[in-house]
């Protein structure tokens, strides 16, 4: 039972380029979300899923584009990578019960953009 | 809209000090309340709980009391550990909406030996 996992771990992009990032997760749950994560202001949502082939926007959507073909997998995609999208992507999956909604998140990505 | 505010750190502690980190939060309704810890290098994961006023979430010997009246949700330990040296997040959602979860900036803690 692997959890929640996140590919790749680390990405340097020079501005322009374009990415995706993977979210894996083997715990059957309905919920997904992406985050980043940056200094002093915690974390907000990008996107997130309440289903397959469900998305919706999150706080801040902008840049990025996301898919949830697979219950399992969660898509962050970067068309055209800006510096400002440095940060530390974080995806998360849940499975809201009797109100609470524990999110399990998995170990990050580290994106650079240059 | 939904927000949480927490105490800025870092926190620096001596092993065995008392812990308070203060958390609060502006809402409608009554949303369930959150404590997540991140360890260096890792993701976060959910330290305890709260779900309706009055409530105490605790687990690994931290606590927080759901506090309807004053809007907070401020966790405590009674004796860190240097292994308690991590950044804390106060976190709120509700049960609408995609479950949307708004957390705080975070507070790095430090535990010295």
């Known amino acids: 039972n692997a959890g929640v996992t996140q590919t790749p771990k680390f990405r340097v992009l020079k501005t322009g380029q374009s990415m995706t990032l993977l979210c894996a997760q083997d715990?059957?749950?309905?919920?997904m979300y992406w985050y980043r994560q940056d200094p002093g202001m915690g974390l907000r949502l990008i996107h997130y899923?309440?289903?397959?082939?469900?998305?919706a926007k999150g706080e801040v959507p902008d840049g990025y584009n996301v898919s949830r073909l697979k219950k399992q997998n969660f898509l962050l995609g970067l068309e055209s990578a800006a510096p400002s999208q440095t940060s530390v992507y974080f995806c998360?999956?849940?499975?809201?019960?009797?109100?609470?909604?524990?999110?399990?998140f998995g170990p990050g990505t580290r994106l650079t953009v240059l | 809209g939904d927000s949480v505010t927490q105490m800025e750190g870092p926190v620096t502690l001596s092993e065995e000090a008392f812990l308070t980190i203060n958390c609060t939060y502006t809402?409608?309704?009554?949303?369930?309340l959150f404590w997540y810890v991140q360890y260096p290098g890792e993701g976060l994961q959910l330290l305890l709980k709260?779900?309706?006023?009055?409530d105490k979430g605790s687990n690994k010997g931290f606590e927080a009391t759901y506090r309807k009246e004053t809007t907070s949700f401020h966790l405590e330990k009674g004796s860190v550990q240097v292994s308690d040296s991590a950044v804390y997040f106060c976190?709120?959602?509700?049960?609408?909406?995609?479950?949307?979860?708004?957390f705080g900036a975070g507070t790095r803690l430090f535990v010295k030996a």
């Open positions: 998360a999956s849940s499975s809201p019960s009797g109100g609470i909604n524990e999110q399990f």
């Open positions: 715990m059957n749950h309905e919920y």
């Open positions: 899923s309440v289903g397959e082939g469900t998305t």
């Open positions: 809402a409608t309704g009554y949303p369930s």
């Open positions: 709260a779900t309706k006023a009055d």
């Open positions: 976190a709120l959602t509700h049960d609408t909406g995609g479950f949307k979860t708004i």
